[in-house]
């Protein structure tokens, strides 16, 4: 069998007082796409929010390609591979798309200690490119994403995540608020995962968006993992059964 | 609140896209396109028709190259000032405290000049002391969590207690030997300008680089567009905040220096009120009081307006106190036609 990509063992998380989660381990393997499901408050977030570098848990290890590794920023998951589309956006409306896609990993021309010149030409011609290459048509990568319908701008969000080659790209409910139209393109990406040599985490609510588009099903009650199949060898009823 | 919001919008984009919905007319869209891009636009518009009126009410008086002097001599405080409270904005925070630090800075570089320091180490140290201002400001807000907006009206009045207790009632006297010409010298054509308007462009043309051009500038629009978006593609928001309050006070105690060598002396009552007149001028300059929207360049029209407008009520002998009235209704204005424009921005989508 091939090395995981990612693995958590033994994860803990509180939030002064609340266990949010329990002993959780997961181990993912290269190319695969999981679906994560559960009610509210069952966790998901915050497994999501400690593999983004946004909290550190209290206790556990997270692996990745074998080795132990610490994620105590987003930038340490960024550098990583790890890129996370949260259910809110993770886009300034009033910035351009070109600019947006390149939020703290600007291109620069000359720099001195981190800081420096924008490359603003390379930035529009790389955000033109990467918005092709996830197949969304939009005119201008100097229109304001706050022009943007709520499915554009995760399209450009996950073009963002396939333009810095990302390894594990987690979605946090990234259809909540789209229309059904745009809902079924987002799904469309989630599909195309695969395709581009992605592994992804996807989260959602509704099971048949995850029964289509993921390989295998994680659920999550109460802080911990309850239900880990194949998409292949399981139903929804008896996914809904352990929930 | 920036999540909903503009989850909010979008439903409303896209509830819009059905058919039937009310089309804006080309040319609305046009105009609406290029304000969303520019929106200092309508300053300038308004600057041009106010010279005009001004002009025609004052006899010519107006744009003599005496009056206009006059009103060139004093921008420079005012916009460098305004130029530091619109980055301010930008990063999504608020400074009140900027107009005592515009009278402490040069209290301080003068009483530590009477007591033998030479000129440029006791502006130093007054730059020095406008920094850790800048730094409290940040930390008080930051660390602790509270509106800016409170955070600095408390620096507000520190600021200016301290400005009077330093002074102890007898402002000193500048020494004579200071170089003030570096800042007060007229130049240029017709001795129109103040050296004072060199640094000034200077300093705004840097300022602005910084913002439209380098990545730091990239960092402060995010996080004051959305700070939740900014923290999680890792942005290191405290730092880009506590760097923004930093400068936005070093810029008002400089600022408030030039002034005090133009008069010749420190009065610790100097800058009362300016701070409210910077943000008059940021907004009026299409600065958003949430922030991520703004220009340092919107600031400096919205800085010229109010001295035109102060000085052109003078000169057109209407009441000097309607001076206060028209910016504030201007600054409502401004306020107004801004939030309504970009919420018809959105909801029609231009060019995309
Ligand atoms: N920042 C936080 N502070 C305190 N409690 C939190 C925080 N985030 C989440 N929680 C709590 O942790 C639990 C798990 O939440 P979350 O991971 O968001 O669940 P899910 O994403 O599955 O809905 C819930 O009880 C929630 O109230
Ligand atoms: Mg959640």
Redesign the pocket.
């Known amino acids: 069998m091939t090395t995981p990509l990612i693995e958590c063992r033994h994860l803990d998380k509180w939030?002064?007082g609340?266990h949010?989660l329990k002993d959780v381990s997961l181990t993912i393997r290269p190319g695969e796409v999981v679906g994560l499901v559960?009610?509210?408050?069952?966790?998901?977030?915050?497994?999501?929010?400690i593999l983004s570098g946004v909290h550190e848990p209290d206790k556990g290890q997270i692996l990745m390609g074998g080795a132990p590794v610490r994620l105590r920023n987003p930038k340490d998951a960024m550098r990583a591979g790890i890129e996370t589309i949260y259910q809110y956006n993770s886009m300034v409306p009033t910035m351009s798309i070109a600019r947006n896609l390149f939020i703290g990993r600007e291109p620069l021309k000359a720099s001195v200690f981190g800081f420096g010149l924008l490359d603003q030409e390379r930035m529009r011609q790389e955000s033109v490119q990467a918005i092709a290459d996830v197949d969304l048509h939009l005119r201008s990568p100097d229109a304001l994403v706050g022009e943007l319908s709520g499915g554009q701008r995760q399209g450009v969000a996950i073009a963002r995540a396939m333009h810095f080659k990302s390894k594990l790209l987690i979605l946090?409910e990234p259809t909540n608020h789209l229309s059904v139209k745009e809902t079924d393109k987002v799904i469309g990406f989630v599909k195309g995962l695969k395709d581009q040599g992605l592994t992804g985490i996807f989260?959602s609510h509704n099971m048949q968006h995850v029964f289509q588009s993921c390989d295998r099903v994680v659920a999550?009650a109460r802080?911990e993992i309850v239900f880990d199949h194949p998409v292949t060898e399981t139903t929804l009823e008896d996914v809904h059964e352990h929930l | 609140m920036p999540t909903t919001s503009s989850q909010q919008t979008s439903d409303v984009a896209q509830a819009s896209a059905s058919p039937g919905r009310t089309r804006a007319p080309h040319a609305t869209k046009r105009l609406l396109k290029i304000y969303l891009e520019k929106p200092e636009l309508a300053g300038i518009v308004l600057l041009v028709v106010l010279i005009a009126i001004f002009e025609w009410r004052s006899d010519g008086v107006f744009l003599s190259t005496e009056n206009f002097r006059g009103v060139l001599g004093i921008l420079p405080e005012v916009a460098l000032v305004a130029t530091g409270v619109t980055l301010l904005m930008i990063c999504g925070e608020f400074d009140l405290s900027v107009g005592s630090v515009f009278a402490l800075m040069p209290m301080t570089a003068a009483i530590v000049m009477s007591n033998g320091l030479p000129f440029w180490p006791a502006v130093l140290l007054g730059l020095v002391v406008c920094a850790a201002i800048g730094l409290v400001n940040a930390v008080v807000t930051i660390r602790f969590g509270i509106p800016s907006f409170i955070a600095t009206l408390g620096m507000l009045f520190m600021a200016r207690s301290l400005t009077v207790v330093v002074s102890g009632g007898f402002p000193p006297l500048l020494p004579d030997e200071i170089p003030s010409w570096i800042f007060t010298q007229f130049i240029g054509p017709g001795q129109l300008f103040r050296m004072s308007f060199l640094w000034f462009i200077g300093i705004a043309a840097i300022v602005s680089a910084l913002l439209s051009l380098t990545n730091f500038g990239n960092w402060v629009k995010a996080t004051g567009g959305f700070l939740d978006a900014a923290t999680s593609m890792g942005i290191p928001v405290v730092w880009v905040k506590t760097t923004c309050f930093v400068i936005c006070s070093v810029l008002a105690g400089f600022a408030g220096l030039i002034q005090v060598l133009r008069l010749g002396s420190p009065l610790p009552s100097i800058g009362i009120g300016l701070e409210l007149q910077a943000v008059a001028a940021a907004v009026i300059g299409g600065a958003a009081l949430t922030g991520g929207i703004g220009t340092i360049f919107g600031a400096i029209v919205g800085a010229l307006l109010i001295r035109v407008i102060d000085n052109g009520l003078v000169l057109s002998q209407v009441d000097a106190n309607w001076f206060q009235f028209a910016i504030g209704a201007l600054t409502i204005l401004a306020v107004v036609a801004n939030a309504w424009l970009r919420r018809m921005g959105r909801r029609i989508r231009v060019g995309v």
């Open positions: 939030y002064s609340v949010a559960g009610d509210n408050g069952a966790g998901k977030s915050t497994l999501i929010k946090d989260i999550m802080g």
